[in-house]
């Protein structure tokens, strides 16, 4: 298990800014995007919401009204807008049963909470961690695939999201603020020195290694 992600944590504070990695205090907007942003990039995204916030201002109510024709006709600029237009009416009609009050969603147990979101069709791990983290106020590992990258370069190869998440030991004392950071600065730091090995030698962690005890424990040497 890897038990020190306090320690990276702390390593990319001195190294990084904090920003926020949305740029918006919208948790509608954020859910959206959440589900828009799969398997195409942002700028197509930011399409679909500004046609989305046109068409109903980001109300869960104005969403579900569409007719679903209109609503992939939004979307269309996200790619697989039949699937994701799916997705989120499923998602919609969720939280309709609870009234879209996202604080009241956010209070449940995280563990119920993560096994509801991951029975809606088209709500992967990676989705549902992101919308616990940064829509539902919960504190997770993000496990994408910069955190499977970044952790290849540490010596721990992962060959999915699952299997590099269970083997994170979160500590407590990260919370919601600290795992938008640390998920953020994940991201970032991949875009800036993952892209080649000549690049990754000038980075500032590039002298951090995973290293495995007998128990399968894991500590981060500098």
Do not use: C
């Not at 955190?147 to 500590?171: C, D, G, H, M, T």
């Amino acid at each position: 298990m890897i038990t020190n992600i306090e320690e990276l944590y702390e390593a990319f504070d001195q190294v990084m800014e904090h920003k926020r990695w949305w740029d918006t205090d919208n948790k509608w907007e954020i859910l959206l995007g959440a589900v828009l942003v799969q398997n195409t990039n942002w700028r197509n995204v930011d399409y679909s919401l500004t046609n989305l916030a046109e068409e109903t201002q980001f109300l869960p109510e104005k969403i579900l009204a569409l007719e679903p024709e209109r609503l992939q006709k939004i979307i269309r600029p996200s790619g697989f807008y039949k699937g994701k237009s799916r997705t989120i009416v499923a998602l919609m009609t969720w939280l309709e049963g609870y009234q879209f009050d996202l604080a009241r969603v956010a209070q449940k147990d995280f563990d119920i909470l993560r096994t509801e979101l991951l029975a809606i069709k088209g709500i992967g791990e990676e989705t549902a961690d992101v919308l616990l983290v940064y829509v539902f106020d919960h504190s997770t590992f993000i496990a994408d695939k910069y955190a499977q990258r970044l952790f290849e370069k540490f010596a721990f190869k992962a060959a999915s999201y699952r299997q590099l998440k269970n083997k994170i030991v979160w500590p407590a004392s990260i919370g919601t603020r600290q795992a938008q950071n640390l998920h953020g600065w994940i991201i970032e730091y991949g875009q800036t020195y993952l892209k080649n090995d000549h690049v990754w030698q000038s980075g500032p962690l590039n002298n951090f290694k995973l290293k495995l005890d007998f128990q399968g424990n894991a500590s981060i040497k500098k």
